[in-house]
């Protein structure tokens, strides 16, 4: 993925040029900066992922990135995980009364910052404090090479405070997902090597709580991504997008703390 931001022709050399990835088949997973391989080459024993099996993450690629790939916030490549909120989030908030109250989100970013303006307002009977924002919001890139596969998301809970009485479990998030077959984004352009013709969702999964144990699976790409050799491996991509949340959630509803992972596995079709 720094390929893409560099113009580097590694990734060209990889896709194109590579063995394993050109007979074998294999995914690419990536934020615009650093990438991921999952192969369906075996290097322990020269075998071959079977139909259905996990494909294996390669650590070995001399064409990988400098880091793990991390979500970025939708149309950036502003890391939204590892850098920013990673262990605490806050959201702006509303006050709705008398008075009236606005919250103005300075940096646009959906989260509280230090810099946010609330404007003053009145209590009274009829008060209300609400969330103006429970949704985050992000997204990673994805290219493909001879095969298509299957995407499992699996989601586990890991801490979750006993005030926060609404939220003690995961089917209280919702999620959703798709994709973006082609944009720019922060003057990275992607797509224009892409095609998500045999893109499909699977299954019927609109919360977190669903994606427990072993997870699910939730998207199938039945042919691969990427369709002409290009210098450029973001135009070689196409930008899963997925969203998650509380719904209608007020502060009368309870207070705490609520700590959760989501991860993408991928699977040969």
């Known amino acids: 993925m720094s390929v893409a931001g560099t113009g580097s022709s590694a990734a060209q050399s990889f896709l194109d040029s590579d063995f394993f990835c050109r007979v074998k088949g294999c995914v690419i997973v990536h934020d615009g900066f650093t990438f991921d391989v999952y192969d369906a080459h075996i290097f322990a024993n020269n075998g071959t992922v079977p139909p259905g099996g ?3 993450p390669w650590t070995g690629n001399p064409f990988q990135g400098s880091g793990d790939v991390n979500p970025v916030f ?5 890391e939204g995980f590892h850098i920013l909120h990673d262990d605490d989030q806050g959201v702006p908030f509303t006050i709705s009364s008398s008075g009236g109250s606005t919250l103005t989100d300075s940096s646009g970013d959906g989260v509280l910052d230090i810099n946010d303006v609330l404007s003053p307002f009145t209590l009274n009977g009829g008060t209300s404090v609400g969330l103006v924002e429970t949704a985050i919001q992000r ?3 994805l290219s493909s090479r001879t095969i298509g596969f299957r995407i499992r998301s699996r989601a586990a809970l890991r801490n979750s405070a006993s005030s926060f009485n609404t939220a003690s479990n995961l089917s209280r998030v919702f999620f959703d997902y798709g994709i973006t077959a082609s944009g720019n984004d922060d003057g990275m352009s992607f797509g224009r090597s892409s095609r998500v013709a045999g893109f499909r ?8 709580g669903a994606l427990q144990g072993g997870g699910e699976f939730i998207a199938q790409f039945a042919r691969a991504i990427r369709t002409r050799n290009d210098p450029s491996q973001a135009e070689q991509s196409i930008r899963f997008d997925y969203v998650y949340g509380f719904e209608n959630y007020d502060l009368s509803l309870g207070a705490g703390d609520l700590q959760y992972e989501i991860e993408f596995d991928f699977f040969r079709n």
């Open 139 to 141: 997204s990673f890139y």
């Open 74 to 78: 939708t149309g950036t490549r502003t």
């Open 54 to 56: 996990q494909l294996i």
């Open 201 to 208: 969702r699977l299954g019927n999964i609109d919360d977190l």
